[in-house]
């Protein structure tokens, strides 16, 4: 008999859904909801198994939410939603039901992706060692991959809300107006979607202009437009220091693996910029730095795998 899982992967912006059997993801099953559209998730759920998967017959649900979680309850960071197990078993008839952060379940999911999901970005001296997940999307967040036996262990955490880090006058002037206009210049309120375009603002009124673009706009103007050209390098510039502050502070030698939307569509822009010079600029630290690879998560499936890898763990009986 198949063993059958019911898996969502619950962003700020969009809530992607499938079926995995036997542990394998079905990708053809996959698919994704705009969250504004819907009332939770237990109402995506239903409307999946009613309307894409009526023969479906999960004995398992598992659901990343990007946002903290306790005791099998999430609440989304960027969005109005609690997410708990109950809740999912009651939504989708499975016995076993398990909530888990978005960082959680893309930290399970990296020993299981192969390896043309995977472009690397800066190459390391190091290759072993515990590893670091880093997601820029609608929001920002950062996890670290323990290595304990056959089992990785993944902590979570709020990292993109630790205050904007400042090395030089031009981000202490981008810091200030952040905090002027959103009370506080946290990390995601520039490494976001939402983020690129705050930048872009901000060098537009140094320039007396009031000019606003969102980041799709702005990556789409690169060519013809200085001010987008100078968001880039400074949103760059940010998430480099940023990766270099954490790798500093993970010492993470298997790798810094970056994912997310934002992340992606940065894919053309790592190398040789802003990104690469403010990673590795860590003052007598900088020549330590090389030690530390970056690499690309290019599967936008990949926390669902990370769920499929828990419920595994978990020795979830077919039905």
Not at 65 to 84: H, R
Not at 138 to 143: D, E, I, L, V
Not at 158 to 168: A, K, S, Y
Not at 295 to 306: P, T
Request: net charge negative; hydrophobic share 40%.
């Amino acid at each position: 008999m198949v063993k059958q899982y019911l898996l969502a992967d619950v962003g700020g912006t969009n809530t992607r859904v499938a079926l995995a059997n036997d542990g394998e993801l079905q990708t053809e099953s996959v698919k994704s909801y705009n969250n504004s559209d819907q009332s939770g998730i237990d109402a995506i759920l239903r409307n999946y198994l009613q309307e894409c998967q009526p023969n479906a017959d999960p004995s398992a649900v598992c659901v990343d939410v990007a946002g903290p979680v306790d005791q099998n309850q999430g609440k989304l960071t960027n969005l109005d939603w609690v997410v708990t197990a109950a809740q999912l078993c009651s939504a989708s008839g499975a016995q076993f039901g398990a909530v888990l952060n978005d960082m959680q379940a893309q930290g399970l999911a990296l020993s299981h992706l192969p390896p043309t999901a995977v472009i690397t970005v800066l190459k390391g001296t190091a290759n072993t060692g515990s590893r670091l997940v880093v997601n820029v999307g609608t929001g920002f967040n950062s996890a670290l991959v323990l290595e304990e036996g056959q089992k990785p262990i993944v902590p979570i955490s709020e990292t993109g809300h630790v205050d904007l880090p400042t090395p030089n006058f031009p981000l202490f002037e981008l810091h200030q107006y952040l905090t002027k206009h959103n009370g506080f210049a946290s990390v995601e309120e520039v490494l976001s979607g939402r983020g690129l375009g705050q930048i872009y603002s901000f060098l537009a009124a140094q320039n007396a202009k009031n000019l606003t673009a969102n980041s799709k706009v702005i990556l789409e103007s690169l060519d013809t437009d200085p001010i987008a050209c100078e968001a880039l390098t400074i949103f760059l510039e940010v998430f480099g220091c940023v990766c270099g502050n954490l790798a500093l502070t993970h010492l993470p030698y298997g790798g810094i693996y970056l994912v997310g939307g934002m992340a992606r569509a940065m894919a053309d822009h790592y190398g040789n910029t802003s990104f690469q010079k403010a990673f590795a600029t860590k003052g007598r630290f900088s020549d330590f730095m090389s030690q530390f690879s970056v690499h690309l998560v290019e599967d936008d499936h990949a926390a669902l795998v990370g769920c499929i890898s828990y419920l595994e763990g978990c020795n979830i009986r077919s039905r």
